[in-house]
């Protein structure tokens, strides 16, 4: 008897699963769409209609430069392993990205549409790391995890996405010395008279503290970027920067700053 019921259970079972997974899929192409990104899918569905990442553009024109992976760029500094293909060698959206995966596995957890399951900064490291002797890695840890630390005051108040994936390595998790877990607070830099709150609202702290000094959001630099009107790791850092310490713009004559903070 028992024997009888678990083939009925399994089929049950698979159904929730195959019905949950195209669910809430912003991807769900009917054969009809086809035709807006392929120029003949049949014949050719590699051939697109414009490069694929102007074609992510069309809908996702919140993508910014600024805290997002470049794209149409060849990758000189990482060795992309084969299941993230490039683009006529060049990164793309489609490099790290399928559209046609699921948006959320079996436990309901989204997957981005990424290629490969998505377990923090590790997927970066899919590229990031090939080629490189990570026993070296050592001789930054004194930089990034002995004098720096992010220090929570408002448990309540989350951090964006960007603070948490920076503040994981760079925040002290592996120094002595952490005291992290989530939501606002302050960061503090390898000199402890240099700090920074961190997930606070711009125009709250504009108004409530007046010893700061802070300009009016309007009349900011916009190479500096806000979350929600909250400054993140993200405002004064972006990683891939080309300038000092990856600064969003040079600091020389505490510009970065002063852009900010009135004299």
Same mark, same amino acid.
């Given at each position: ?35 807006? !990104? ?17 074609? !992510? ?61 998505? %377990? ?10 090939? +080629? ?10 004194? %930089?990034?995890?002995?004098? /720096? ?33 989530? +939501? /606002? ?7 402890? %008279? ?12 504009? %108004? ?20 929600? +009107?909250?400054?993140? !790791?993200? /405002? ?16 020389? +004559? ?5 852009? !900010?903070?009135?004299?």
């Amino acid at each position: 008897m028992k024997k009888r019921l678990i083939v009925p259970l399994l089929l049950v079972m698979a159904s929730i699963i195959i019905v949950y997974a195209v669910l809430d899929n912003p991807h769900d192409f009917s054969m009809e769409d086809c035709q807006l !990104c392929h120029l003949n899918y049949e014949q050719d569905p590699k051939r697109l209609a414009m490069p694929v990442s102007d074609l !992510c553009k069309r809908c996702h024109e919140q993508i910014n430069a600024k805290s997002s992976h470049p794209v149409n760029i060849y990758p000189s500094k990482a060795a992309v392993p084969p299941d993230l293909p490039l683009r006529n060698g060049m990164i793309a959206c489609s490099t790290c990205h399928d559209i046609h995966k699921e948006n959320s596995n079996v436990f309901g957890e989204k997957t981005f549409f990424l290629r490969r399951p998505y %377990t923090g900064r590790s997927f970066c490291l899919s590229c990031h790391t090939q +080629g490189i002797d990570l026993t070296k890695h050592s001789d930054t840890i004194d %930089t990034a995890h002995m004098g /720096s630390r992010f220090k929570v005051t408002d448990q309540s108040e989350p951090l964006d996405s960007i603070s948490k994936e920076c503040i994981s390595c760079h925040g002290g998790v592996l120094g002595k010395n952490a005291v992290f877990g989530l +939501g /606002s607070g302050v960061w503090t830099h390898d000199d402890p %008279t240099h700090s920074h709150p961190i997930g606070v609202d711009y125009e709250e702290s504009r %108004t409530e503290r007046k010893d700061a000094k802070l300009k009016p959001m309007s009349m900011i630099d916009k190479r500096i970027i806000f979350f929600d +009107g909250k400054i993140g !790791c993200g /405002s004064c850092h972006n990683v891939y920067s080309e300038s000092q310490m990856s600064l969003v713009m040079s600091n020389k +004559g505490s510009s970065l700053c002063l852009a !900010c903070h009135e004299l």
